[in-house]
């Protein structure tokens, strides 16, 4: 039968909800009573814990689940209790028992977050407590807690870092642990060393140990780590190291490490299949001062020699002290064998200069050995012996007084040997009138007139006679005596052009070579001087330049040629085709000829490649509007295809070789034409 709640009823539930949600013990059981009473219209009974009175007229037990809260009896009424009263009793025995329920349920959990913050509390002042840093972040590295120690260690109270990234601690961005890394939370953590940085600015090491956090159905929610201030270890661990691989009195690298710098280097020579040499250093006339003039002195003066020796190197070089006064140096990625010469002679060179110890002025030379790698040992040791063995040679040999080095490699140091000749004899000839320019008519494949003359430089040896510019000009345009050479040039044929000129010859181009290293901004005013200086017209002058100039720092160089061409003065490209110009960028340039190489010219006409490559040439000059000369022309058969395909100049053995300034003079006084000879 439903219940029907009346009026009381509702009453008495809000009070009964009161009740429970405000009183406690005695006050709550004696509310309920009262609500009992009430709702029943009963003079006696209540509410009660255990057994109710024996005598009671209406009982009802107060139970949720299994739990029993008590029990319900009234009794007293006149008239009895009928049914609806039992109903009423039980609705109201079931409302009380869920109330109460709920009490116990709320009660409970209050109990155990209590307990919680206790603990949470309690963990935070151990964590406080202990001298690490501890610092807890999500997994994308918003840090979320953050205890003295950290604050201590870093500098940054907690209030200031918890909700800023990790990231922020970092020495730099780019740094090594990543929170959200798979792998590394699969592992469940790592530790590392770190560079870190604290508040005040100051980077430090440190020892980190991440772990990962999980949630209580194991996945990563996050990640703990401690950090440990470890910068006086890692300073010690520094010293150690430097104690064991440097040279205490120099600084530089001591035997140990420069050995095992040079095999690391060789693993990847040996797979580049690049050249080193190593350069075995002793000094001379080393022992007498430090025995006359004592260690001190001896120890100061091998402070200077490292520093000139460190400052004559490149950064890539490694230079190092073995002991006493042997140094060592090893020089990664020569490009030429012989050029490990040059950096001894540098070297050399570098020490010259007296050094000043205290009062004294001190002098001293050196012995140096070269070895190379590959070609005398593939490994540290055997190209340290054999140098040493080399700086043995030299000593022996013993040079002049500031020092001598030597080769390993009896066939290395003879080439090194001839290149110095060429070298030391080539600053003499310049000065000694010992070159002279042979000439080589450039001849218009038309009319066969000379147009212009190739001045080709020569160097008339006093001991081996009539040198060739292949075997000099690249050695002196590997050092600075290129400049000089080409000074003597321009003016010597700056001077024959004034010379035919007055013999009343009608201006005809000159063609001088240029190396690139002339090739400055310095050369327009040179050419313009030279000019002037002979007084001849710019019409007499032809410069010859190689693709490679115009491979450096375009906009220089077009500058510089404008500058040039503005003179009057021509420009043709020589050896055309052998560099790797690209068509839309030649067409920059104020180029007058284009000059095709010899080494096409060779294979014409048999040599299909080279009959395309040469007709190639010749369109692409008319194209780009150049006049095109063919260097090289040794025979008819050449001259036949060059002039079919629309060639307009050619120079070569077929007309004339290069000759001496009367001979050339001749051809042009008899205007001496090719095929009427
Ligand atoms: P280059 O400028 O290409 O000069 C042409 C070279 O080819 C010259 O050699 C010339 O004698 C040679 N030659 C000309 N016609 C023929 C021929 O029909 N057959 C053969 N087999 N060879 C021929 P040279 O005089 O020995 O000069 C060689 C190189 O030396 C020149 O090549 C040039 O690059 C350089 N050079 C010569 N003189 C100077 C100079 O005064 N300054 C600079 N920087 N370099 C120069
Ligand atoms: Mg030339
Ligand atoms: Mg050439």
């Known amino acids: 039968m439903p219940f029907h709640y009346v009026p009381e009823d509702l009453a008495c539930t809000a009070e009964l909800c009161e009740a ?66 039992r109903m009423r009793l039980a609705a109201l025995a079931r409302l009380t028992a869920r109330l109460l329920q709920a009490r116990a349920d709320a009660d409970r959990s209050a109990r155990q977050f209590e307990k919680a913050a206790e603990q949470l509390l309690l963990q935070t002042q151990v964590l406080d407590q202990i001298h690490e840093s501890v610092i807890t972040m999500d997994l994308t590295g918003f840090i979320t807690s953050w205890n003295k120690g950290a604050e201590k260690l870093f500098g940054y109270a907690a209030a200031e870092i918890i909700g800023r990234n990790i990231i922020f ?153 073995l002991g006493s006064d042997e140094f060592v140096v090893a020089l990664f ?65 013993g040079g002049n007084d500031q020092g001598s080095y030597a080769f390993y490699s009896q066939e290395m140091n003879h080439t090194a040997l001839s290149r110095l000749h060429i ?49 000099f000009v690249p050695i002196a345009e590997e050092s600075r005596l290129v400049v000089r050479l080409g000074e003597w040039v ?39 001087a030279a000019l002037n200086r002979h007084d001849i017209s710019a019409a007499w002058l032809e410069l010859e330049i190689t693709e490679s100039m115009l491979m450096v720092g375009t906009d220089d160089v077009i500058a510089i040629m404008e500058e040039i061409t503005a003179l009057g003065v021509t420009l043709s490209l020589d050896d055309f085709g052998t560099g790797y110009s690209s068509l839309s960028y030649l067409k920059r340039f104020p180029i007058h000829t284009l000059k095709i190489d010899r080494s096409f010219i060779m294979g014409i006409p048999d040599d299909p490649n080279d009959c395309a490559i040469a007709s190639a040439i010749i369109g692409i000059a008319k194209q780009l509007q150049h006049r095109v000369i063919a260097e090289g022309v040794e025979n008819a058969e050449q001259l036949d295809f060059l002039r079919n395909q629309g060639c307009e100049e050619i120079q070569g053995y077929f007309f004339s070789r290069p000759v001496a300034p009367l001979e050339m003079a001749k051809m042009l006084m008899e205007d001496r034409r090719f095929g009427l000879v």
Not at 215 to 234: A, C, W
Not at 279 to 300: C, E, M, S, V, Y
Not at 506 to 520: D, I, K
Request: charged share 25%; aromatic share 8%.
């Open 169 to 321: 601690l970092y020495e730099n961005e780019d740094d090594e642990e990543e929170p959200s890394q798979d792998t590394f939370l699969q592992q469940g953590g790592r530790e590392m060393e770190v560079r870190r940085r604290k508040k005040s600015g100051e980077i430090f090491w440190a020892s980190l140990s991440l772990s990962s956090l999980r949630d209580n159905t194991g996945q990563p929610v996050g990640l703990i780590g401690y950090f440990m201030d470890i910068t006086e270890r890692k300073q010690a661990q520094e010293k150690i190291h430097h104690l064991a691989y440097y040279d205490a009195l120099t600084g530089l690298p001591n035997r140990t490490l420069f050995m095992k710098l040079v095999d690391q280097s060789l693993v990847s020579a040996n797979r580049n299949g690049s050249n080193g040499a190593l350069l075995f250093i002793d000094l001379n006339r080393f022992k007498p001062i430090n025995d006359t003039l004592g260690h001190a002195i001896g120890d100061q003066l091998l402070q200077q020699v490292a520093i000139r020796l460190k400052d004559a190197l490149r950064e890539d070089d490694v230079v190092a002290r």
């Open 423 to 471: 070298e030391t004899g080539l600053r003499r000839a310049i000065g000694n009138n010992e070159l002279l320019l042979h000439y080589q008519p450039k001849i218009n494949i038309e009319d066969g007139r000379i147009v212009g003359a190739e001045a080709l430089v020569r160097w008339q040896h006093p001991e081996r006679g009539l040198i060739l510019p292949s075997e």
């Open 333 to 397: 990625d020569i490009n030429q064998h012989y050029h490990a010469g040059f950096v001894a002679q540098k070297l050399l060179y570098a020490m010259e200069n007296p050094y000043l110890v205290e009062e004294h002025e001190l002098r001293i030379g050196a012995s140096i050995g070269i070895s190379i790698h590959a070609q005398d040992g593939a490994d540290s040791e055997t190209l340290l012996r054999l140098a040493d063995i080399a700086m043995y040679r030299a000593k022996k040999s």
């Open 490 to 528: 321009l003016e010597a044929a700056c001077r024959q052009a004034a010379e035919w000129h007055r013999a009343g010859l009608a201006p005809m181009r000159v063609a001088v070579n240029l190396s690139a290293g002339e090739f400055t901004l310095s050369l327009p005013d040179r050419v313009e």
């Open 20 to 85: 429970v949600l405000s009183l406690c013990g005695h006050a709550l059981d004696e509310s309920l009573g009262r609500i009992a009473r009430v709702l029943l219209e009963s003079p006696q009974g209540g509410y009660f814990h255990g057994n109710s009175p024996e005598k009671s007229d209406l009982a009802e037990e107060i139970f949720h689940g299994n739990a029993f809260f008590g029990r319900y009896a009234v009794s007293g009424r006149i008239g009895g209790y009928d049914y609806m009263d």
